[in-house]
């Protein structure tokens, strides 16, 4: 039997607007709609960019994308429609994507295979400087503190609006300017660019 994904959709929404509507049946009851709205999230990867912002690993992300699925066909009954629905998607799949990453820091799966030390090292002398410096801002982004890492991550890689961000992290307007600007200045501290002043 075909996964519920690969079937082919009805009428795909052109907008979130036509997301939002859908979502909002779902809410309400609509197995149809829920099967729907999932195939959206799937076919359209909306899960992915919340994961991305915490998860560098492209398996990571994809795991915790799925898991957003999982989340979603399970709490839709919550969503209330007073954000939208892609903010809602925007926090579960930034959940599912941190939850990942605490499974990881705890040791991982016990199907983890180490990296080859020879591939990796073989890899790395391959490595262009503009790679390894994505690898430098990667590290650094990953020491900042989550709260300044999400929000730095959606202005900067996201280039979502402050206005948004602050919906996404139901965050005053002023307190997300305030994270995004301490995340930038310890990014420059980690990146060696300017020093530590404590």
């Given at each position: 039997m075909?996964?519920?994904?690969?079937?082919?959709?009805g009428r795909l929404p052109e907008s979130h607007d036509d997301l939002q509507e859908i979502a909002l049946r779902a809410a309400a009851?609509?197995?149809?709609?829920?099967?729907?709205?999932?195939?959206?999230i799937h076919t359209r990867r909306?899960?992915?960019?919340?994961?991305?912002?915490?998860?560098?690993?492209?398996?990571?992300?994809?795991?915790a994308a799925q898991e957003t699925l999982i989340a979603v066909a399970r709490g839709?009954?919550?969503?209330?429609?007073?954000?939208?629905?892609?903010?809602?998607?925007?926090?579960?799949a930034v959940?599912?994507?941190?939850?990942?990453?605490?499974?990881?820091?705890?040791?991982g799966t016990p199907t983890d295979d180490p990296?080859?030390?020879?591939?990796?090292?073989?890899?790395?002398?391959?490595?262009s400087s503009m790679a390894a410096t994505r690898l430098d801002v990667e590290n650094a982004m990953r020491r900042l503190p989550e709260p300044y890492r999400e929000a730095l991550h959606m202005r900067e890689i996201d280039q979502r609006s402050y206005e948004e961000i602050a919906e996404?992290?139901?965050?005053?307007?002023?307190?997300?300017?305030?994270?995004?600007?301490?995340?930038r200045r310890l990014l420059a501290v980690y990146l060696n660019i300017i020093p530590d002043s404590g």
């Open positions: 075909p996964s519920p994904f690969e079937q082919s959709p009851g609509s197995r149809r709609d829920l099967q729907e709205l999932l195939r959206e909306l899960a992915h960019g919340g994961a991305r912002r915490v998860l560098a690993d492209a398996a990571d992300v994809e795991d839709i009954t919550t969503f209330e429609g007073r954000s939208r629905f892609t903010s809602w998607l925007h926090r579960i959940n599912a994507a941190l939850e990942t990453l605490r499974r990881k820091s705890r040791g990296p080859e030390p020879a591939a990796a090292a073989g890899a790395l002398r391959r490595m996404i992290m139901n965050l005053p307007l002023g307190t997300v300017r305030s994270r995004i600007s301490r995340a």
